[in-house]
T-cell receptor
Framework: GENVEQHPSTLSVQEGDSAVIKCTYS??????FPWYKQELGKGPQLIID?????GEKKDQRIAVTLNKTAKHFSLHITETQPEDSAVYFC?????????FGAGTTVTVRA | KAGVTQTPRYLIKTRGQQVTLSCSPI?????VSWYQQTPGQGLQFLFE???????NKGNFPGRFSGRQFSNSRSEMNVSTLELGDSALYLC?????????????FGPGTRLTVL
């Protein structure tokens, strides 16, 4: 099955700085890579996704890049704000199933 | 459009009991997946239903089962509860079962086994 590794496990940034979370996956057949944000007491919320035929996608302050050759994808958050504090999960779709990374706890310091 | 709803939100059971959790997907969504979230194991896939058929199953024991009804609502059942079954159980729905599986999650059911 698919194995997704995510780093770092915790990330503390100053408000206004950028945050970068990196993930690697094991199965070259995976072709869809969503990112989820989970706030305390809530379910994961889809924030951005990328398909295997695209190298980069951006949505306002959030961007995701994908390197299929290296089996590596990353989430970039620019101009971080206090409301960006949450746990972020990367995932890869293999055989119609989502395989999640272990999560990154992002704390934005005011 | 209403999101994915899960009931109950919180549940306390004792070892050996069984439990049934319910999930109502977003209107029009036909695929429902279930996940278990724990601090130690993270988010793990349980099973997925599409048009009342289980299409995929994760690596969980047979004590974990589920079903989907004709209106796409889904239930999962855990029998003979163990302490290790304490977790947040998340349901996610998607419009169709495709490789590009945009899944939308509900708030989860927090199960505590004593």
């Amino acid at each position: 099955g698919e194995n997704v590794e995510q780093h770092p496990s915790t990330l503390s940034v100053q408000e206004g700085d950028s945050a970068v979370i990196k993930c690697t996956y094991s199965d070259s057949a995976s072709n869809y890579f969503p990112w989820y944000k989970q706030e305390l007491g809530k379910g994961p919320q889809l924030i951005i996704d990328i398909r295997s035929n695209v190298g980069e996608k951006k949505d306002q302050r959030i961007a995701v890049t994908l390197n299929k050759t290296a089996k590596h994808f990353s989430l970039h958050i620019t101009e971080t704000q206090p409301e960006d504090s949450a746990v972020y999960f990367c995932a890869a779709v293999y055989d119609y199933k989502l395989s999640f990374g272990a999560g990154t706890t992002v704390t934005v310091r005011a | 459009k209403a999101g994915v709803t899960q009931t109950p939100r919180y549940l306390i059971k004792t070892r050996g009991q069984q439990v049934t959790l319910s999930c109502s997907p977003i209107s029009g969504h036909r695929s429902v997946s279930w996940y278990q979230q724990t601090p130690g194991q993270g988010l793990q896939f349980l099973f997925e239903y599409f048009s009342e058929t289980q299409r995929n199953k994760g690596n969980f024991p047979g004590r974990f089962s589920g079903r989907q009804f004709s209106n796409s609502r889904s239930e999962m059942n855990v029998s003979t509860l163990e302490l290790g079954d304490s977790a947040l159980y998340l349901c996610a729905s998607s419009l169709v079962q495709t490789d590009y599986n945009e899944q939308f999650f509900g708030p989860g059911t927090r199960l505590t086994v004593l």
